[in-house]
């Protein structure tokens, strides 16, 4: 890792700390295109290990969040279980799938989302 790559990698990080903080988002928004855009990372690379530092990020403000009583832990439950299972599944489709195809799905979910947020509430 260089220099650079360093202070790249911890620019990125608080900006996803912060935002993850207050808008529960950060992997996929902030992290995965600046692994792409600024740390050449391939599509399939950058997901991944947008996924992995998320790990910490999420433990972190999950146990912030749950000591001041805003996590809804009946809600948790029952999507965690869907998630970790359809996840277990789709992790396995990401090998077959070329990094142009991942960008691709992924901009147009991250225009999709966008827009859904910007006109309706």
């Known amino acids: 890792m260089t220099l650079t790559q360093l202070f790249l990698g911890l620019g990125v990080g608080a900006l996803t700390g912060v935002l993850a ?3 529960g ?12 855009f600024l740390m050449a990372l391939d599509q399939k690379s950058a997901v991944a290990t947008s ?3 998320i790990i910490a990020v999420s433990l972190v403000a ?15 439950w029952p999507v965690m ?3 970790v299972i ?15 195809t991942l960008t691709r799905v992924f901009g147009i979910l991250m225009i999709l989302v966008g827009i859904r947020m ?4």
Not at 62 to 76: H, M
Not at 88 to 100: M, N, Q, V
């Open 118 to 121: 910007l006109w309706n509430r």
């Open 86 to 100: 359809s996840t277990w599944f789709a992790t396995g489709w990401l090998k077959h799938l070329s990094s142009d």
């Open 62 to 76: 999950t146990t912030k969040y749950s000591a001041a009583s805003l996590v809804k832990w009946q809600i948790v």
């Open 25 to 36: 988002v950060g992997g996929g928004l902030i992290m995965v295109p600046a692994f792409v």
């Open 81 to 83: 279980i869907g998630a």
């Open 21 to 23: 903080a207050l808008c």
């Open 51 to 53: 996924l992995a530092v």
